[in-house]
């Protein structure tokens, strides 16, 4: 897994860059607003997985660093490390298209804690946009908006970010934990009912009458995303997609 961090106080990123790297990460430090925003604008920026931005940078600020990747459709998930701890900075940080805050100072277990839980959710998204459309859908994740057979689709932000995720990852089993964790990361998910009728509100939307099913209930393990095969995947026999 692939880091860029970019904070400008030497003698706290090189440190955790230590750590980082001893957790297993390849970590990749930059300390000003302009170096990080070059990185990010090359080509090797799909091979991040996560980007951790001070918010207050040098020459760009890490604010503008994730305005500008969302502007861009970058999915990438990015971590604010700041001391700006007031409500209205988490808020404006969270606009701006952050996926987590953590306000200095802060836990080493703490941080580490985020970053794994970061990279589960995250499970191969940076690419989503790239994503060919399938069964003739397509979808515009950043507007929230998903496209079939000629109509626009209003996504409500767990349907876009439940489509997202079965996107990133067509025709592979993704368990009912795996998706819990994604849509709803922290130590308690919901049910699976809430699942279950967040899985039906998708379907409803996507799937109309005379459609090709998308959604298909893989009995006893989670759901499958993509047209039906005409022969069974291994291990899929038992798949359906009845509106559960």
């Not at 070059?38 to 001070?54: A, C, E, F, R, W």
Request: with cysteine; proline share 5%.
């Amino acid at each position: 897994m692939r880091i860029l961090f970019a904070e400008d106080e030497v003698e706290l990123a090189e440190p955790l860059g230590r750590v980082l790297g001893q957790a297993g990460y390849e970590v990749e430090l930059v300390h000003d607003g302009a170096a990080a925003l070059k990185v990010l604008s090359q080509p090797t920026v799909n091979g991040y997985d996560l980007v951790i931005l001070d918010w207050m940078l040098p020459q760009v600020s890490g604010l503008e660093i994730c305005q500008h990747l969302r502007k861009m459709g970058n999915l990438t998930p990015v971590l604010f490390l700041t001391a700006r701890d007031t409500l209205d900075d988490r808020v404006q940080g969270l606009d701006a298209g952050a996926d987590d805050y953590l306000i200095k100072p802060f836990e080493l277990r703490e941080l580490l804690a985020r970053v794994r839980a970061l990279l589960r959710r995250q499970g191969g998204l940076a690419n989503v946009s790239q994503i060919t459309a399938i069964g003739g859908l397509e979808l515009d994740s950043e507007n929230r908006l998903a496209y079939r057979n000629g109509r626009v689709i209003t996504l409500a932000e767990k349907e876009a970010h439940l489509l997202t995720y079965f996107l990133a990852h067509p025709h592979q089993v993704l368990t009912h934990d795996d998706i819990r964790n994604y849509l709803w990361p922290g130590n308690h998910p919901p049910s699976s009912n809430v699942l279950a009728a967040q899985i039906r509100l998708l379907r409803r939307k996507i799937e109309r009458p005379g459609e090709t099913a998308l959604i298909h209930t893989v009995y006893g393990k989670g759901y499958r995303f993509g047209e039906q095969p005409e022969e069974p995947l291994p291990g899929l026999a038992q798949s359906n997609s009845t509106w559960d």
